[in-house]
């Protein structure tokens, strides 16, 4: 017979979180996406010049990458190093403004991936309102037009 080992730990609320902490992190994510949208990108294209892109938990990512040394990375953690890849120079602004919405007209969510491959360098852009225009199947349009529908009936 085995024995009982110690009764388990009491389940506690989660601490709440620091609004100073979240606060300086909403900040230095609007300077990256501010960076970003000023920022000349490389998008790699495929074989028909479409840009490059994955599925991933329901979103479709563009790759985009910051530089040449994270696109040969990128190329080489895909095991595609040896070879040429071609890619179009976007200013990032244009990428989030015009390309993401054209690859969301097939009806997924689309965001932008950069510098994947890039070990703690990458940043995530993710369909959400305030990156990628509403138009552009953004995940969170439907809640925003509820909170306005909301505030419009409350």
């Known amino acids: 017979m085995s024995e009982a080992g110690p009764p388990p730990a009491p389940i506690t609320?989660?601490?709440?979180?620091?609004s100073?902490?979240?606060?300086?992190?909403q900040r230095q994510?609007?300077?990256l996406l501010g960076?970003?949208?000023?920022?000349?990108?490389?998008?790699?294209?495929?074989e028909d010049d479409a840009p490059l892109v994955g599925d991933f938990g329901g979103i479709r990512w563009i790759y985009?990458?910051?530089?040449?040394?994270?696109?040969a990375r990128f190329a080489i953690a895909r095991g595609e190093g040896g070879q040429e890849w071609p890619y179009q120079r976007?200013?990032?602004?244009?990428?989030?403004?015009?390309?993401?919405?054209?690859?969301?007209a097939v009806g997924v969510p689309?965001?932008?991936?950069?510098d994947v491959g890039t070990e703690g360098e990458g940043a995530l852009f993710p369909?959400?309102?305030?990156?990628?225009?509403?138009?552009?199947?953004?995940?969170?349009?439907?809640?925003?037009?509820?909170?306005?529908?909301?505030?419009?009936?409350?």
């Open 13 to 18: 609320e989660p601490e709440p979180l620091n």
């Open 20 to 25: 100073d902490v979240v606060a300086q992190g």
């Open 29 to 31: 994510f609007a300077a």
């Open 35 to 46: 960076e970003f949208r000023r920022t000349a990108v490389l998008v790699p294209t495929d």
């Open 64 to 71: 985009a990458s910051s530089n040449e040394s994270a696109l």
């Open 90 to 104: 976007l200013l990032g602004a244009r990428l989030l403004d015009a390309t993401v919405p054209a690859v969301s």
């Open 110 to 114: 689309c965001g932008v991936a950069l």
């Open 127 to 154: 369909p959400v309102l305030g990156i990628v225009p509403e138009a552009a199947a953004a995940v969170d349009a439907d809640a925003a037009a509820d909170a306005g529908a909301e505030g419009i009936r409350g």
